[in-house]
């Protein structure tokens, strides 16, 4: 398994990948769109014998009254499902929080699964004072500091791209 950054050539198979692993294209619709429109990003691929198999993207978000701070926001991680369960996307998330952190980003959102995100070091960003533009349960909307206490005194709601309210009004 390799995990590497996203090349041109791969968008079709990127695309493909986010199809499979959702019930819908959106989140495919919504990675072209972020690749068009969103800087920095960290967008990540894992190739197994030539194959692209799952896939990572970082864009940055901004956090209310707090315009200076360098925060991404993890959306969407996608693996295809014969190879779900395998430790790919895990191997994703890990690279990617690394690459965000060689960014010199401080801090990773991500609207996710509560049982699935603890691992990498994400908590409900409650904890912090942060809340998200979406209206969704507080224990899906999650944070991890990169570099420790890059969040302290900081609070607000994450507004992410616009690129994310077409997919948020496409559901």
């Not at 990127?14 to 800087?39: G, K, M, Q, S």
């Not at 198999?53 to 991404?72: D, N």
Request: glycine share 10%; hydrophobic share 45%; charged share 20%.
């Amino acid at each position: 398994m390799l995990i590497r950054a996203e090349e041109q050539r791969d968008w079709a198979a990127v695309h493909a990948v986010n199809v499979a692993a959702f019930e819908t294209p959106e989140e495919a619709n919504l990675v072209d769109a972020l690749r068009e429109h969103a800087r920095p990003l960290v967008s990540l691929v894992a190739e197994d014998t030539g194959t692209i198999v799952g896939h990572i993207m970082f864009s940055p978000v901004s956090l209310a009254g707090h315009p200076g701070l360098r925060i991404m926001g993890l959306a969407p991680m996608a693996v295809v499902p014969p190879h779900q369960r395998e430790g790919i996307g895990s191997a994703l998330v890990h690279a990617g929080l690394e690459q965000c952190r060689q960014l010199g980003f401080g801090a990773v959102v991500v609207l996710g699964h509560p049982a699935y995100y603890p691992r990498f070091g994400f908590s409900a960003s409650a904890r912090f004072g942060i809340g998200c533009e979406y209206d969704v349960p507080e224990e899906v909307f999650m944070v991890v500091e990169l570099q420790s206490g890059f969040l302290r005194g900081a609070s607000g709601k994450v507004k992410y791209h616009p690129a994310f309210g077409a997919v948020e009004e496409e559901r």
